[in-house]
């Protein structure tokens, strides 16, 4: 029988089902009655002829010379490169592709070291199967703490870390590190004088080791929010109504020093702590409001006395300097004059009588001198 084999082509020659060689671009004759076939491949991309194992293939040096055989170690994960350029991940064991038109070449990356390598770039990174690895994103602020079979291995800092799941089993927490706030809104309250309030208490705080974090706290949040409550209630429960409303800023020292002296058992610092407001029951409200109104109203009254008093005083002197000084008397007696002519539009003078005595009569300025 005939055969053509293609210059982008190759043969298998085979007889009684055994392989014999390979055979390239020409025109060949192989009798099927002495058991004779031949298989024809396209020599591009992975080699699809199964049928033979690699071992026997290799034997022959036409297909040795043609093809590169690649076989990924346990342990190790291989990238396909066509022509020099990254084209796929290699996750099986063993390839073989021609290599005739195309090279190829497959790149090992050993997964035994299990904080994976600089030598993975992001877009092999892309290539890889997420079950394969796993991936940690420290931000600003932040702090990462990575596991090995549950077993704290390091801390790391800002950046993004990627771990491989071959040796170990890999996890992760990440901790933020920034300063943070907690409000306690509408935290009720009795007072010494048995008066219910509420209050809303504001306090900052940050965590100030992860690893010692991490190892004693498991619900900050919770926590905190139980630990302030209890502060206030122990703290401002010992006052009476006036006094907190008149020692608003004591009290907040009292409650942060509080705060203060648990940073210990939950692993923070605190920044700051105080009392934002004080909410009072409607009763009590409307009680305070009419205290003020009536405080306010004996002080305005206070200072209208007062600017009457000075103002009678003020008066009593000025008429006792124009009654022993007749100078200063006329001269006060011309200012109103001129006040007066200021304000009226037409002046008649009849008589003798000069303008300015005329006036002073009509006014009673004349009698007094």
């Known amino acids: ?60 040096k036409e297909f040795l010379n043609a093809t590169v055989h690649m076989e990924i170690p346990d342990g190790s994960v291989g990238f396909l490169y066509v022509n020099g350029k990254l084209t796929s991940f290699a996750g099986r064991k063993e390839y073989t592709y021609w290599n005739v038109f195309d090279k190829y070449e497959i790149k090992v990356i050993s997964m035994e070291e299990t904080l994976m390598g600089e030598e993975v770039n992001k877009q092999m990174v892309s290539l890889i199967p997420k079950n394969l690895y796993k991936e940690m994103l420290v931000g600003e602020g932040e702090a990462g703490l990575v596991y090995y079979d549950n077993v704290l291995q390091k801390q790391l800092s800002k950046g993004i870390y990627r771990f491989w799941n071959f040796s170990h089993t890999v996890s992760y927490r990440v901790f933020d590190m920034k300063q943070r706030e907690l409000d306690i809104v509408g935290q009720e309250i009795l007072t010494k004088d048995k008066i219910g309030i509420r209050m809303n208490v504001a306090c900052m705080f940050k965590v100030r080791d992860a690893v010692e974090f991490a190892e004693k706290i498991s619900d900050l949040k919770g926590q905190l929010y139980s630990a302030v409550q209890l502060s206030i209630r122990e703290i401002v429960g010992n006052y009476k109504l006036d006094e907190i409303l008149e020692l608003k800023e004591k009290i907040s020292g009292e409650i942060f020093g509080a705060l203060k002296g648990k940073e210990d058992m939950f692993c923070v610092n605190f920044l700051t702590a105080g009392i934002k407001d004080i909410i009072l029951p409607g009763e009590i409200r409307d009680i305070m409001n009419s205290v003020l109104v009536a405080e306010k109203t004996a002080q305005a009254n206070v200072i209208s006395r007062r600017e009457e008093v000075a103002s009678t005083r003020s008066l009593l002197n000025t008429a006792k300097l124009m009654d022993e000084n007749t100078t200063l008397y006329k001269l006060k007696e011309l200012e109103y004059l001129e006040r007066i002519c200021g304000k009226v539009g037409e002046i008649s003078v009849n008589g003798n009588a000069g303008i300015v005595e005329q006036l002073g009569k009509i006014m009673g300025f004349g009698q007094a001198v």
């Open 1 to 60: 029988m005939k055969y053509t084999i293609k210059d982008n082509q190759a043969g298998f020659v085979l007889k009684d089902g055994i392989f014999k060689k390979m055979i390239t671009a020409g025109t060949y004759h192989f009798s099927k009655t002495l058991g004779y076939e031949v298989e024809i491949e396209e020599m591009t991309g992975e080699l699809d002829y199964i049928d033979v194992p690699y071992q026997v293939l290799s034997k022959d």
